[in-house]
C-alpha cells in the first residue's frame, strides 16, 4: 500500500458524459500528478498540481482538467468522454521540496475508466 | 523531448538473472527511476539513479550511465512473482518532476 488512495476503483459511463475521478495523497506529500495508461499509449504524463498550484502539463485534453484543493485532494473531470478515454488512471504524489533533487513518485491503485 | 527505448518483452527462468535494458534521449535529465507494474496494477518503485554507476537494493540492482544514455535493471534469483511489466522513467531537469515512461517490458519468469 503506497499510501495513495484514489476513487471511484471502476467507472463505466457512456460517451458525452462528464466524470470526475479523486486522489487522496500521502500524509505530508505536496504533489499530486496524473497519469494516465491505455493498452496502445503505455502510461502518460496528463498534469502535476504543487500545493494546489499547476506546476506541469503533459498531453492533456482541452476536455480534460484538473485542481488541487487546500487539503492537498485532487480531482480529474474528464467531460465530453469519447470511447478512447477508455483507461486507467493514476494518481501519484510525491513531497517536493522546492529546493533539492528529484523524489519519488507513489502511485494509487488507479480508477478504471470504460467509456461504452 | 524525451525518447525511451526498451525491450519489449523478455523471458528467464526462476533462480536465473535477468537483465532489462533502457536507452533515452532527453533535452534535459534529473535522473531516471525504474517501476514494477502486475497487471491491472499501480506502479511501485524499484529504483532511482541520477549519478553514473550501480545501485544495489537486495535483488535488484540498477545501473546508469548518463554519457550512454543508457540504464539497466538487474535481477537476480529470479521467482515467479517477478513475472511484470518493468518501466523505466526518465525526470527532466527543472521544477517540474513528471515521468516520462518507456512502454515497459513484460517480463515472463518460467518455473
Known amino acids: 500500500d503506497s499510501g495513495v488512495t484514489q476513487t471511484p476503483k471502476h467507472l463505466i459511463t457512456a460517451t458525452g458524459q462528464r466524470v470526475t475521478l479523486r486522489c487522496s495523497p500521502r500524509s505530508g506529500d505536496l504533489s499530486v500528478y496524473w497519469y494516465q495508461q491505455s493498452l496502445d499509449q503505455g502510461l502518460q504524463f496528463l498534469i502535476q498540481y504543487y500545493n494546489g498550484e499547476e506546476r506541469a502539463k503533459g498531453n492533456i485534453l482541452e476536455r480534460f482538467s484538473a485542481q488541487q484543493f487546500p487539503d492537498l485532494h485532487s480531482e480529474l473531470n474528464l467531460s465530453s468522454l469519447e470511447l478512447g478515454d477508455s483507461a486507467l488512471y493514476f494518481c501519484a504524489s510525491s513531497h517536493s521540496r522546492l529546493a533539492g533533487g528529484q523524489e519519488t513518485q507513489y502511485f494509487g491503485p488507479g480508477t478504471r475508466l470504460l467509456v461504452l | 523531448g524525451q525518447n525511451i527505448d526498451q525491450p519489449t518483452e523478455m523471458t528467464a527462468t526462476e533462480g536465473a538473472i535477468v537483465q532489462i535494458n533502457c536507452t533515452y534521449q532527453t533535452s534535459g535529465f534529473n535522473g531516471l527511476f525504474w517501476y514494477q507494474q502486475h497487471a491491472g496494477e499501480a506502479p511501485t518503485f524499484l529504483s532511482y539513479?541520477?549519478?553514473?554507476g550501480l545501485e544495489e537494493k537486495g535483488r535488484f540492482s540498477s545501473f546508469l550511465s548518463r554519457s550512454k544514455g543508457y540504464s539497466y535493471l538487474l535481477l537476480k534469483e529470479l521467482q515467479m512473482k517477478d513475472s511484470a511489466s518493468y518501466l523505466c522513467a526518465v525526470s527532466p531537469s527543472g521544477s517540474a518532476r513528471q515521468l516520462t515512461f518507456g512502454s515497459g517490458t513484460q517480463l515472463t519468469v518460467l518455473p
Open positions: 539513479n541520477v549519478l553514473d
